[in-house]
């Protein structure tokens, strides 16, 4: 409690019975049973709780006792209930306006001054038996404001609420809606107290009361608090003067608020019996002799006792009211509200302090430094607070971290935001004189590592999409050593991923590897890690790769052939380099993959992995050589068995369908003693036809092969290859000296002409040999009958190849014709440009501009001609 008002005597034993009262400004009415109606004049005295008080008028010619009163400053009226009717009165002379005679027999009334931006407006409600008749004023007097309305009983209190009217009755309250209909609602009884209480409130709402209770409703009766205002006694009569509520108790007068629900003060008086407002802040109190006025004590004063009370919703609700003028006044509402919020979080409602805090833009790391252990201790001993902070622990301590996660995740969305502006972060202190936090940057990297803390201690499945965010702020140090405590080395990867720091992360992931409960045991991470580094960290790669390539070389391999674009674009070279310096075995694996599935055309790569097939085909074939018994031959190219048969199937494979390897530079490599199959193709790839044949024909004695060779390579458009046919047949019919191979260190037995494969291969290909140097190649011995059917089979060709070039002769010139008679035709059709001739767009004569004829004979002009291909009368 605290002391709100001091009551001030106004009139002292006065000899008349009091009855009612009205005042406004400086000014109260006193009505006395008799029936006289006092007018004082009421100055308070400058710096004192003094008044000058003086009658300046007392009128008689009230013959009844007065039972009402009602004062409308602004119409400058006094609306009365005298004799059972309502009069109106001039509010200086006291002179009759008028009488509602409609009115006679009324036992009460309630008026309603309705305000709006240049516009005030007067109803009343008067209870007249059963009834209630409803007026406005308008031109000095009242006017029905619709028909009576019929209730249950006689009214003994009401009171206006917005567009309803609140009765109360001998038994129950009732609420009546102004809606044409007079709809009536049936609220709860009145209770044990005699007479039922009914107070209109300053925001539009009505306190209706039930013996010691008081509850708050609004228009469609509906009560709008949560509880009760519980009187000490029950109320004789309620006024309301934010945020306070005065009621008049048989022996002393009770203020309280209704929100927060507050016992205030309560005053001794005399049998005070009733109450009035003259204003803002004008309350008068009355006995059957005796007025006091209530006098508020000064907002100042009551902040300073409210703040010392811990009472800080009520403490805000008067800062509000002080004067806008007072240049503090912002000031003290913001000091007010964060001292109120901490008071909350002081009492464990840290959801609603965090909402306070997040209201208040109070500076983060103040409202951080109210928890235990999340911010450096070097930092926290700068903060200062307006009390002890509460201990937490336990589920306390996680509902606490849940508040702040919300506050600190609606923070950090709102400064995200606002990263990239260039003024200063406008945060303000907790406490006046603690230094704040400028930098956006800074304090996005506070809330971030503070979060990732909260994460740990409440729901660590939410640590890794924090780290993950591309605009993570968490402090490397401080992060680094709660995952480290917590034993939280994936979130730990994660973190050091985001930031850069990939050689901390493997080395987490190489010392991880070999714990037995360790989540990252094994390579598996590791190879993914390293799949995500991309070109512009090959050198970690190379780095960290080795030991999951000795490990498991297969998975390894994954690290440089994954189908992911960060492994596509390392630099293929320098990590063949690498393969082949430390990996050699994988280095034949890494070329498969990158030429066959990536379609990587570079000639070194074709060439290194001819020479890598050839390197360990040598190495087998020698031992396969050393194992064969003596006299047993070697089986044919690729058909050996184990790994020299794949590697050979390989190359062979390899050196056919490969168009980017060089054979120039390559053919140097291969032996002279072996692998002639392979030479044979090297030398194809070269242009060399006759050579290769010769291996084939001669060497390898494979006609076989031979004229698949001829095959492959034949082509007529090409000058280099439309002979090899040709070729194959001088290999026949004249051997050249074994020689012509080079350096061969094999002992090969002379050539022979072979005149049966060189007839057959006439008879099989003679389409693609030119027949004049095929028949002059051959011996001059040799019959026509053996060569009778190449040259029919020529013949035929040539016969048929004339047969077909006369028609396609006849087609051309049918069509020459017909383009001849076509063209005849249009230049027949002419066109005459008279002086009238008009364009068919724009309607202008052509004259000797430049025109276009479509094929129906309109003519526009050229420029007029937007498409050719519709002519404009058609459109």
């Known amino acids: 409690m605290h002391d709100a008002y001091e009551s001030v005597p106004i009139l002292e034993k006065l000899p008349l019975q009091i009855d009612c009262l009205a005042g406004w400004e400086d000014w109260l009415l006193v009505g006395t049973k008799p029936g006289h109606l006092l007018l004082y004049r009421i100055k308070k005295d400058a710096g004192s709780n003094r008044f000058e008080v003086t009658l300046e008028k007392s009128n008689k010619n009230f013959s009844k006792k007065i039972q009402q009163l009602y004062v409308v400053s602004q119409y400058k009226i006094l609306v009365s209930l005298l004799e059972n009717n309502i009069h109106v009165h001039d509010l200086l002379t006291f002179q009759q306006i008028t009488v509602v005679n409609k009115a006679k027999g009324a036992t009460l009334f309630e008026c309603d001054l309705q305000t709006s931006p240049g516009e005030e407006r007067l109803r009343m409600c008067v209870a007249v038996k059963k009834k209630l008749q409803l007026y406005y004023w308008k031109d000095r007097e009242f006017h029905e404001l619709q028909s009576d309305l019929g209730v249950p009983d006689i009214p003994r209190s009401m009171a206006w609420c917005?567009?309803?009217?609140?009765?109360?009755?001998?038994?129950?309250?009732?609420?009546?809606?102004?809606?044409?209909?007079?709809?009536?609602?049936?609220?709860?009884?009145?209770?044990?107290?005699?007479?039922?209480?009914?107070?209109?409130?300053?925001?539009?709402?009505?306190?209706?009361?039930?013996?010691?209770?008081?509850?708050?409703?609004?228009?469609?009766?509906?009560?709008?608090?949560?509880?009760?205002?519980?009187?000490?006694?029950?109320?004789?009569?309620?006024?309301?003067?934010?945020?306070?509520?005065?009621?008049?108790?048989?022996?002393?007068?009770?203020?309280?608020?209704?929100?927060?629900?507050?016992?205030?003060?309560?005053?001794?008086?005399?049998?005070?019996?009733?109450?009035?407002?003259?204003?803002?802040?004008?309350?008068?109190?009355?006995?059957?002799?005796?007025?006091?006025?209530?006098?508020?004590?000064?907002?100042?004063?009551?902040?300073?006792?409210?703040?010392?009370?811990?009472?800080?919703?009520?403490?805000?609700?008067?800062?509000?009211?002080?004067?806008?003028?007072?240049?503090?006044?912002?000031?003290?509402?913001?000091?007010?509200?964060?001292?109120?919020?901490?008071?909350?979080?002081?009492?464990?409602?840290?959801?609603?302090?965090?909402?306070?805090?997040?209201?208040?833009?109070?500076?983060?790391?103040?409202?951080?430094?109210?928890?235990?252990?999340?911010?450096?201790?070097?930092?926290?001993?700068?903060?200062?607070?307006?009390?002890?902070?509460?201990?937490?622990?336990?589920?306390?301590?996680?509902?606490?971290?849940?508040?702040?996660?919300?506050?600190?995740?609606?923070?950090?969305?709102?400064?995200?935001?606002?990263?990239?502006?260039?003024?200063?972060?406008?945060?303000?202190?907790?406490?006046?004189?603690?230094?704040?936090?400028?930098?956006?940057?800074?304090?996005?990297?506070?809330?971030?590592?503070?979060?990732?803390?909260?994460?740990?201690?409440?729901?660590?499945?939410?640590?890794?999409?924090?780290?993950?965010?591309?605009?993570?702020?968490?402090h490397i140090e401080e992060s680094e050593y709660v995952l480290k405590k917590a034993h939280k080395y994936s979130e730990l990867i994660i973190l050091y991923e985001k930031k850069g720091l990939h050689q901390k992360a493997l080395q987490v992931l190489l010392d991880q590897s070999t714990k037995a409960n360790s989540p990252l045991k094994g390579h598996e991470r590791t190879v993914q890690y390293l799949q995500r580094l991309g070109a512009e960290n090959l050198g970690i790669i190379f780095e960290f790769s080795p030991w999951v390539l000795k490990m498991c070389p297969e998975d390894g391999l994954k690290i440089f052939t994954e189908d992911l674009t960060e492994v596509e674009t390392l630099p293929r070279d320098k990590v063949l380099q690498f393969l082949k310096e430390g990996f050699e075995e994988l280095a034949i694996p890494y070329l498969e993959h990158i030429i066959y599935v990536w379609d990587e055309k570079g000639p070194e790569f074709h060439n290194v992995l001819i020479q890598l097939y050839l390197g360990r085909v040598q190495r087998l074939m020698k031992q396969y050589l050393n194992s064969l018994p003596e006299g047993?031959?070697?089986?044919?190219?690729?058909?050996?068995?184990?790994?020299?048969?794949?590697?050979?199937?390989?190359?062979?494979?390899?050196?056919?369908?490969?168009?980017?390897?060089?054979?120039?530079?390559?053919?140097?490599?291969?032996?002279?003693?072996?692998?002639?199959?392979?030479?044979?193709?090297?030398?194809?790839?070269?242009?060399?036809?006759?050579?290769?044949?010769?291996?084939?024909?001669?060497?390898?004695?494979?006609?076989?092969?031979?004229?698949?060779?001829?095959?492959?390579?034949?082509?007529?458009?090409?000058?280099?290859?439309?002979?090899?046919?040709?070729?194959?047949?001088?290999?026949?019919?004249?051997?050249?000296?074994?020689?012509?191979?080079?350096?061969?260190?094999?002992?090969?037995?002379?050539?022979?002409?072979?005149?049966?494969?060189?007839?057959?291969?006439?008879?099989?290909?003679?389409?693609?040999?030119?027949?004049?140097?095929?028949?002059?190649?051959?011996?001059?011995?040799?019959?026509?009958?053996?060569i009778r059917v190449f040259l029919e089979s020529v013949l035929e060709q040539k016969a048929q190849r004339k047969r077909c070039n006369q028609v396609l002769k006849s087609l051309l010139q049918a069509e020459f014709l017909r383009v001849q008679e076509e063209r005849i035709f249009h230049q027949q059709v002419k066109c005459v440009i008279t002086e009238e001739k008009t364009c068919r767009v724009c309607k202008k004569k052509i004259g000797n501009s430049a025109f276009a004829r479509y094929p129906n004979g309109v003519v526009v002009h050229y420029f007029c001609c937007k498409d050719r291909s519709v002519c404009p009368t058609e459109q």
């Open 162 to 474: 917005e567009n309803s009217i609140c009765v109360g009755f001998k038994r129950d309250y009732y609420l009546i809606r102004m809606d044409g209909r007079g709809s009536i609602k049936e609220l709860f009884p009145t209770g044990k107290q005699l007479e039922p209480l009914v107070t209109p409130l300053a925001d539009g709402k009505v306190a209706v009361g039930q013996d010691d209770l008081t509850v708050v409703l609004n228009e469609e009766g509906v009560c709008t608090q949560k509880c009760a205002l519980n009187w000490t006694d029950i109320p004789i009569a309620m006024e309301h003067q934010p945020p306070y509520i005065i009621a008049v108790l048989p022996r002393y007068v009770e203020i309280r608020t209704i929100e927060p629900r507050l016992l205030v003060q309560s005053v001794e008086l005399q049998r005070p019996r009733f109450i009035t407002s003259a204003g803002s802040d004008i309350v008068y109190i009355a006995s059957n002799h005796f007025v006091w006025r209530l006098v508020p004590v000064s907002i100042a004063t009551q902040i300073r006792q409210l703040l010392q009370d811990k009472q800080f919703e009520l403490a805000l609700q008067l800062a509000k009211m002080k004067d806008d003028s007072d240049g503090d006044k912002k000031q003290q509402i913001h000091h007010i509200q964060n001292l109120y919020a901490f008071n909350l979080f002081c009492q464990k409602k840290f959801d609603d302090s965090m909402q306070g805090f997040a209201k208040l833009g109070t500076d983060p790391t103040h409202v951080i430094g109210l928890y235990p252990d999340l911010l450096p201790s070097d930092y926290r001993k700068q903060l200062h607070y307006p009390n002890p902070l509460p201990t937490l622990s336990g589920a306390e301590l996680e509902r606490a971290h849940l508040a702040l996660i919300d506050y600190l995740t609606q923070k950090r969305s709102h400064l995200v935001k606002q990263l990239n502006d260039s003024d200063p972060s406008t945060t303000s202190p907790l406490m006046e004189g603690t230094p704040t936090i400028k930098s956006r940057r800074k304090l996005l990297q506070i809330i971030d590592t503070t979060l990732l803390k909260c994460y740990l201690h409440t729901n660590v499945a939410l640590v890794s999409p924090l780290l993950r965010l591309e605009n993570n702020h968490c």
């Open 632 to 786: 047993v031959p070697a089986v044919p190219a690729g058909q050996e068995n184990g790994e020299l048969g794949e590697f050979r199937n390989k190359l062979l494979s390899f050196l056919d369908i490969s168009c980017s390897y060089e054979p120039s530079r390559l053919i140097s490599d291969f032996p002279f003693d072996g692998l002639l199959e392979e030479r044979a193709l090297l030398l194809g790839r070269m242009g060399k036809h006759e050579q290769a044949l010769f291996i084939y024909v001669h060497v390898l004695k494979d006609t076989h092969m031979a004229e698949e060779y001829c095959h492959r390579h034949y082509n007529s458009s090409v000058e280099g290859s439309k002979d090899v046919y040709l070729s194959l047949l001088r290999m026949y019919l004249s051997p050249p000296d074994a020689h012509c191979l080079g350096p061969i260190k094999m002992e090969l037995s002379e050539p022979q002409a072979n005149l049966q494969a060189a007839l057959q291969v006439l008879e099989l290909h003679h389409s693609k040999l030119n027949t004049t140097k095929a028949i002059n190649l051959l011996p001059a011995n040799t019959q026509i009958q053996e």
